[in-house]
């Protein structure tokens, strides 16, 4: 959730049928799949990692550039 909380992460969708948005999240070295209900207030599931690779190159260039610092 920390990850989620700080940006670090790629939302890859959200539905409001099921009330839930899914993540890719950089843990421990793995990538996870997170779903989490959809205000994003807790975890439903962790899944591993299912090989999008255009999700993950997301989530990496995202990770690798840090944000400017505030003035």
Known sequence: MKEIMADRCVQVSESF???SRIFYVRYNN????????YNVSF???VLPDANDFNVLEKLI????????AAA
Do not use: C, G, M, Q
Request: aromatic share 10%; proline share 9%; glycine share 0%.
């Open 30 to 37: 793995r990538y996870l799949k997170v779903v989490t209900d």
């Open 61 to 68: 260039n995202k990770l690798s550039n840090p944000l400017p």
């Open 43 to 45: 975890v439903k599931t």
């Open 17 to 19: 049928e099921k009330f």
